[in-house]
């Protein structure tokens, strides 16, 4: 069975960032891939800002080359919008494989705020992957008053597969400050580089 991580996002623009928290993710995991589901819209952004749906694949594509990353439009194929609907398409396409849930820490405060978050956390493993600034935030998010009794040592990360969910554990990796509301700040109109991307969907 595939060991997959499913990091979720806009990626508004795909960053280096991204790349480099999700390979020290896969390393710490012990996965075979990391799948990046580009969202065609976050319920929880708002559409003001969001570059179009096809640059934001295209710039997650280019970020990925040559790695273990692979960038799945599976959303925009499955029409589902709210991440616990994705998980349950995805998990009923591809049965042979062991799925863990990537977030960041500083999502872990709205966490409580998602489409039956507590199925969700009960579907798949979590695994919380820090961004500076934001620890604090994430121990002492509304979530956590539930999600506290399934935490997982992360000295245990690889056997992800052996646990029972709810599961949830706090990887400590190395910290990258790129982030993407300071790089479109930087360049407002990064989309236009990727305006004759193909349409094409891409298939896993």
């Not at 996002?9 to 990391?34: C, K, M, Q, T, Y």
């Not at 960038?71 to 799925?99: N, W």
């Not at 400050?177 to 349409?199: E, V």
């Amino acid at each position: 069975m595939a060991r997959i991580g499913l990091l979720g996002g806009s990626f508004n623009p795909a960053h280096r960032g991204h790349r480099r928290i999700s390979l020290d993710a896969a390393r710490a995991l012990g996965l075979d891939e990391v799948w990046w589901l580009v969202s065609p819209g976050n319920p929880l952004k708002p559409a003001k800002g969001m570059a179009p749906y096809e640059a934001r694949l295209a710039s997650a594509r280019e970020m990925a080359k040559r790695s273990r990353i692979r960038v799945s439009d599976f959303e925009r194929e499955a029409g589902t919008r709210y991440t616990v609907d994705t998980l349950d398409a995805l998990l009923k396409r591809y049965p042979a494989h062991d799925f863990v849930w990537l977030m960041g820490e500083d999502t872990v405060a709205q966490f409580h705020q998602w489409k039956d978050w507590r199925k969700l956390a009960s579907t798949v493993p979590i695994a919380v992957l820090s961004r500076p600034g934001y620890d604090d935030d994430a121990r002492a998010a509304r979530a956590m008053g539930w999600l506290r009794w399934f935490v997982r040592p992360s000295a245990m990360a690889k056997k992800w597969t052996e646990w029972s969910v709810p599961a949830i554990t706090f990887l400590r990796l190395p910290p990258d400050p790129t982030s993407a509301t300071r790089l479109r700040a930087q360049d407002p109109t990064w989309h236009q580089r990727y305006a004759d991307a193909p349409a094409h969907r891409e298939k896993e």
